[in-house]
């Protein structure tokens, strides 16, 4: 049974690069059996994701924030984990990681819980 566990900074100052985590457990995350993704939630807005890395290896980034953003994982910790360059207050969100997601409709397998990320001066 796969299980998720994010966590991050909590409060951020615009301009930084924080980086959150996703630690995985009953399974590898170098499998290829599953698809990884980080998602996000604004105050008062729908989900959205952020990036992914599909079954097959490739990885996705939203094209908004393609220019910002890395999602690269720890083998060693079984972590996935992003990093987000440059936040301004709108990257505030609910950042959650999740498996096996359909994008177009955002439903995902397993979720984890949340973490919350507050950009602010």
């Known amino acids: 049974q796969v299980q998720l566990q994010e966590s991050g900074p909590g409060l951020v100052k615009p301009s930084q690069t924080p980086s959150l985590t996703c630690t995985v457990s009953?399974?590898?995350?170098?499998?290829?059996?599953?698809?990884w993704t980080w998602i996000r939630q604004p105050p008062g807005k729908g989900l959205e994701w952020v990036g992914y890395r599909a079954k097959s290896g490739n990885t996705y980034y939203r094209p908004t924030l393609k220019s910002r953003t890395t999602i690269d994982w720890d083998t060693s910790k079984n972590q996935f984990n992003l990093r987000l360059n440059s936040v301004t207050p709108e990257d505030t969100a609910v950042y959650y990681c999740a498996s096996d997601c359909t994008i177009a409709t955002m439903t995902c397998a397993t979720w984890g819980k949340g973490t919350n990320v507050t950009v602010s001066s």
């Open positions: 009953g399974v590898s995350v170098a499998t290829s059996s599953h698809a």
